[in-house]
T-cell receptor
Framework: DSGVTQTPKHLITATGQRVTLRCSPR?????VYWYQQSLDQGLQFLIQ???????AKGNILERFSAQQFPDLHSELNLSSLELGDSALYFC??????????????FGPGTRLLVL | EDQVTQSPEALRLQEGESSSLNCSYT??????LFWYRQDPGKGPEFLFT???AGEEKEKERLKATLTKKESFLHITAPKPEDSATYLC??????????FGAGTTVTVRA
């Protein structure tokens, strides 16, 4: 158990819908990262927040957005869902983004199925 | 563009048969190389971080090494419970973590 929690574990929805994935980082971690893992793309970095502020962006679609709240939990919002958005979505957290404390610890993931 | 390539894609071993996994990278400004283990449908589990060429880390039957262009994950006398996908990732100056596609290891009893 990494200490990172994600809800829900599974999500089934229809094309065109909007969903919200939630992540609680490990106690004391200030950085939260979101990743998408699909069979053909592997693990892809989406976005990072550090202490409430956006720090880095990867290949995140405009239909996707995220935020980190004052209590440091984070939410990933996916809208206008398409079949191709079906994937495992992981959240990771780290204490900081520099030096030995930058190791990212991953949550159990949310499996999203868009029908 | 940063690239991380893992080989082989899949590795089938007999219990006790040692082997090595390779992770080669082309990045600008390496700030760390990470190894993770991932079981099917689960989140990646952190194994090691390596920061400089020549560095080695060990944990049970696993040993990770780093050179200027690649890293190796050695599995010594593997057991069936070592079956998993092993992911390599590199962190560069922009703090992003780029993952390789992984090596799926299957250890038969």
């Amino acid at each position: 158990d990494s200490g990172v929690t994600q809800t829900p574990k599974h999500l089934i929805t229809a094309t065109g819908q909007r969903v919200t994935l939630r992540c609680s980082p490990r106690s004391g971690d200030l950085s939260v990262y979101w990743y998408q893992q699909s069979l053909d793309q592997g693990l892809q970095f989406l976005i990072q927040y550090y202490n409430g502020e956006e720090r880095a962006k990867g290949n995140i679609l405009e239909r996707f957005s995220a935020q980190q709240f004052p209590d440091l939990h984070s939410e990933l919002n996916l809208s206008s869902l398409e079949l191709g958005d079906s994937a495992l979505y992981f959240c990771a957290s780290s204490v900081d983004q520099r030096g030995p404390q930058e190791t990212q610890y991953f949550g159990p993931g949310t499996r999203l199925l868009v029908l | 563009e940063d690239q991380v390539t893992q080989s082989p894609e899949a590795l089938r071993l007999q219990e006790g048969e040692s082997s090595s996994l390779n992770c080669s990278y082309t990045v600008s400004g390496l700030r760390g190389l990470f190894w993770y283990r991932q079981d099917p449908g689960k989140g990646p589990e952190f194994l090691f971080t390596l920061y400089s060429a020549g560095e080695e880390k060990e944990k049970e039957r696993l040993k990770a090494t780093l050179t200027k262009k690649e890293s190796f994950l050695h599995i010594t006398a593997p057991k069936p419970e070592d079956s998993a996908t092993y992911l390599c990732a590199v962190r560069t100056n922009d703090y992003k973590l780029s993952f390789g596609a992984g090596t799926t290891v299957t250890v038969r009893a």
